[in-house]
């Protein structure tokens, strides 16, 4: 399977960016899906997640109100809808799928991740 992440970009502080994650491959409906980031000089984190049938979210306490996940099993694609961003938002945000069934913020559980798409957010 291949994952590639698109939709990143400058913003200013409160604006809104979507990020999309083209999933090809073998069936995407046999993965739960995540978001993670990376911001320069640090760990990567755990941003959300949603599994095979779209009935399971969940999301950092950082984020939540602000970001919406989804998935179109139909289109192969997960999304990640940003709104009100900061400025701490910035990262390089990573969309990777995993065989797990649990422990979907662990980036452990992942097998496969994308190449990663830029985030910056302008204070």
């Known amino acids: 399977v291949q994952l590639q992440a698109s939709g990143g970009g400058l913003v200013q502080a409160g604006g809104s960016l979507r990020l999309s994650c083209l999933v090809s491959?073998?069936?995407?409906?046999?993965?739960?899906m995540g978001w993670f980031r990376q911001a320069p000089g640090k760990e990567r984190e755990f941003v959300a997640s949603i599994n095979r049938s779209g009935g399971r979210i969940d999301y950092a306490d950082s984020v939540k109100g602000r970001f919406t996940i989804s998935r179109d099993n139909a289109k192969n694609t997960i999304t990640l809808q940003m709104n009100s961003l900061k400025a701490e938002d910035t990262a390089v945000y990573y969309c990777a799928a995993t065989d797990y069934y649990y422990n979907y913020w662990d980036p452990q559980r992942y097998n496969t991740w994308g190449q990663g798409t830029l985030v910056t957010v302008s204070s």
């Open positions: 491959g073998r069936a995407f409906s046999s993965y739960a």
